[in-house]
């Protein structure tokens, strides 16, 4: 797809989200979910001096292979990442909502990653992603987002999936 095309997509997309807001403003926020208040995991052993580690979530900006990732944290041989079908390793990429464990000899520790922008899990944010938002912002399908998922989407953090948000994601996605 040109860069050209997906300008055009972004643009009628964010119009089309701005007159359904201003639209919708009296009820506008109400029905958003608040994920991160309810998550209260303490991540102690893991830590990187790249990533924001909060909340459970390791905070990733942008794609990265799985050698990369465990590389980015400070004690990288007891780091391990794996999905539902199992290891994520070397040149594979990491994806929101994969589990990220530190194994020592007592302490253990786990955390969920969140790839800023990867709301459909497949490592990277493409114009897939920014359809999700829309469609979970403008409720035109039934779209239930996870946790790691609503955190990857939100980007300023402020629980609560907008516009702002979207911006954030085509700005990423036009730029990669
Ligand atoms: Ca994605
Ligand atoms: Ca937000």
Known sequence: MS???ISFFVAFILCVSSLCVFASADGYGDNNTTVKDTLSDEVDWLESG???IENGFVFVDG???AEKFIHNFTNPSKVTVSNKAG???GSKAVATGDTVRYDGTEEKDEATVVIRGD????GKATVTDIIK???HILKTS???LGTAEFAAADFDDN???SVTDITSLVAVVLNS
Not at 119 to 122: G, I, K, R, S, T
């Open 3 to 5: 860069k050209r095309f």
């Open 50 to 52: 790249t990533y924001k």
């Open 63 to 65: 794609a990265v292979t």
């Open 87 to 89: 290891s994520v390793t």
């Open 119 to 122: 709301v459909d899990c497949n």
């Open 133 to 135: 938002v829309r469609s």
């Open 142 to 144: 039934i779209i239930k």
């Open 159 to 161: 629980n609560v999936l």
